[in-house]
């Protein structure tokens, strides 16, 4: 699964498909566009996640940085990168208030509930929660 907030997302999954490793299709599609060069300096932020070994990559360029983490998926908790208010990933972007049992659920989490109500203009939400059934994905335009 690849997901992201920009042109990013499809060179990512095709060097994904090409056999890259997760890391380096990341890192270099990332290095390549850089961030977004608009009034914001908007960060490119994505996300992989590996069903097969329980990682989840969470992935940023902004205007100082560049990193790609993997993090251990545990059920019942959610990691988090934001745009703007978590661009970077960190391994306490854990949110421990976490309840949500589907995606629509926690895109609400995301623009109201717990750690995120510190987060001013939200704008959209969007979430993925995978199960043995398959994948359930919501997004939530404000």
Avoid: K, W
């Avoid at 060097?15 to 890259?20: D, E, I, P, Y």
């Avoid at 300096?41 to 990193?67: E, F, H, K, N, Q």
């Avoid at 854990?94 to 987060?119: E, K, L, M, N």
């Amino acid at each position: 699964v690849v997901a992201g907030n920009g042109t990013q997302t499809r060179p990512i999954f095709e060097r994904l498909r090409a056999g890259h490793t997760i890391r380096d299709a990341l890192v270099g599609v990332l290095s390549g566009l850089d961030r977004e060069f608009d009034a914001y300096d908007t960060p490119r932020i994505c996300t992989v996640l590996d069903r097969s070994a329980d990682i989840a990559y969470l992935a940023s360029v902004t205007a100082d940085a560049l990193s790609a983490m993997p993090m251990t998926v545990v059920p019942g908790q959610m990691n988090y990168i934001s745009t703007y208010g978590g661009s970077l990933p960190a391994s306490q972007q854990i949110d421990p208030a976490f309840t949500a049992t589907t995606a629509a659920q926690a895109c609400r989490h995301v623009i109201d509930g717990s750690i995120f109500s510190r987060f001013d203009n939200p704008v959209c939400s969007t979430a993925l929660v995978a199960g043995r059934a398959g994948f359930d994905v919501a997004v939530l335009n404000l």
